[in-house]
């Protein structure tokens, strides 16, 4: 059964520095998320992605994050300088249609120290 | 206002018994509701999507959505300890998006 996939699946970094999370979309899909889940805090969405560029991104998406789709089948979210509130688990998730469900990734435990 | 509210738990149900968890929402154009599992340190996991009034079954879970109460539940017959998570209600406003907003989960505990 196709899935999203996510790498790494942790990821230890210094305040300041520049992370890459990396997904691979299940392959015929065509719309791509991102969300992220502060421990003991409820998932929140971070910037919805399709036809190469932001549809819709929350509050939470400032200048300090952005997502490419370099190629036909990774989707990446940098975060360019990380803050200690940015340690939370972020999730990929992808679907084949406006109307159709979103598959999540296993997702990447972000730790800024 | 929360946008989308569930209680948090713990609830607690023995194995074999019916497991009732309730979602409310704000935003009375909301028109597709998910019911999500999340075990602990896991991503979210889709149980069952409702877009209709009414109920909607699928082995052992039924849905149930009443968009004049705003308000959607997950049924889990015949529980089993591997049920014990948290399940998470994600609603989808009316417009062209399509974000998943989300309660905060609802704990279950299914006890052998």
């Known amino acids: 059964e196709p899935e999203v996939t996510q790498t790494p699946s942790h990821q230890v970094t210094q305040m300041g520095q520049e992370v890459i999370l990396r997904c691979v979309p299940i392959s015929n899909h065509l719309y791509f998320y991102w969300y992220r889940q502060i421990l003991g805090q409820k998932v929140e969405f971070l910037v919805s992605f399709y036809n190469n560029e932001i549809s819709e991104k929350s509050e939470i998406f400032d200048d300090q994050f952005s997502v490419e789709r370099p190629d036909g089948s990774n989707f990446t979210l940098k975060i360019r300088s990380t803050k200690l509130e940015d340690s939370a688990m972020y999730f990929c998730?992808?679907?084949?249609?406006?109307?159709?469900?979103?598959?999540f990734g296993p997702g990447t435990r972000l730790l800024v120290l | 206002q929360k946008e989308v509210e569930q209680n948090s738990g713990p609830l607690s149900v023995p194995e074999g018994a019916i497991a009732s968890l309730n979602c409310t929402y704000s935003?009375?154009?909301?028109?597709?509701f998910f019911w999500y599992r999340q075990y602990s340190g896991k991503s979210p996991e889709l149980i069952m999507f409702?877009?209709s009034n009414g109920d909607k079954e699928d082995g052992r879970f039924t849905a149930q959505l009443n968009k004049a109460s705003q308000y959607v539940s997950l049924l889990i017959r015949d529980s089993q300890p591997s049920d014990s998570a948290t399940y998470l209600c994600a609603v989808i406003r009316a417009g062209n998006n399509r974000k998943l907003i989300w309660g905060l989960g609802t704990s279950l505990a299914v006890n052998p």
């Open positions: 935003d009375r154009g909301s028109q597709s």
């Open positions: 998730a992808s679907s084949s249609g406006v109307k159709e469900t979103q598959y």
């Open positions: 409702i877009y």
